[in-house]
């Protein structure tokens, strides 16, 4: 168990429709990270957040978008659904954005639009 | 951006053999990762080793950042080792935080 917790763990959605994937980073760690992993595209990089503020973004579609709250979970939001963003989304968390550090992963979240 | 190469892409062993992963990539990293992706999909932490050796049980790791590669060893194998072993690196500068992962290698044990 990494310490890190992703819910929920399934969910099956609808074309054009909206979900929200949610992230508790391991107990003290400031910094989140969000990953897709899908079959063509292998493990991607999507976002970084540090102490509330997004830090880093990678290949992130415009439909979607994330937030760190205060008490420092994160939440995915993936908007206007299409078949090609079923995949697997990751949640990772570091202690400190200051040093290059281990990042822990969650479980993960199996996103399929049908 | 930074590119990993991983080989073999596939892998099989019988129980009890050794194995040595490699992992390839194009410029200085500030860190680099080993992970284990299980038949469920969990991405489990193996080792964190920009430079250096390390061990831990049957499995092993060295990273020769001068010559920009790192590799893993596993001794023994168990049915249990089989699934996908990911190398990841993090370059610095505008990919600070950033990981970026290799493509992977499917390792598959027979008892």
């Known amino acids: 168990d990494s310490g890190v917790t992703q819910t929920p763990k399934h969910l099956i959605t609808a074309t054009g429709q909206r979900v929200t994937l949610r992230c508790s980073p391991r107990s003290g760690d400031l910094s989140v990270y969000w990953y897709q992993q899908s079959l063509d595209q292998g493990l991607q990089f999507l976002i970084q957040y540090y102490n509330g503020e997004e830090r880093a973004k990678g290949n992130i579609l415009e439909r979607f978008s994330a937030q760190q709250f205060p008490d420092l979970h994160s939440e995915l939001n993936l908007s206007s659904l299409e078949l090609g963003d079923s995949a697997l989304y990751f949640c990772?968390?570091?202690?400190?954005?200051?040093?290059?550090?281990?990042?822990?992963f969650g479980p993960g979240t199996r996103l399929t639009v049908l | 951006g930074i590119q990993v190469e991983q080989s073999p892409p596939d892998l099989i062993l019988q129980e009890g053999a050794n194995s040595t992963l490699r992992c390839n990539f194009s410029?200085?990293?500030?860190?680099l990762q080993w992970f284990h992706q299980n038949p469920w999909g969990q991405l489990i932490n193996l080792f964190y080793i920009p430079s250096g050796t390390k061990q831990n049980g049957r499995l092993s790791a060295t990273t020769v950042a001068t010559e920009r590669y790192s590799l893993l060893y596993i001794s023994s194998s168990q049915t249990t080792d089989s699934g996908v072993y990911f190398c990841a690196v993090e370059s610095g500068g505008t990919s600070y935080g950033k990981l970026t992962f290799g493509q992977g290698t499917i390792l598959t044990v027979h008892p």
């Open positions: 990772a968390s570091s202690a400190d954005r200051r040093v290059t550090d281990t990042q822990y």
């Open positions: 410029d200085s990293v500030n860190n």
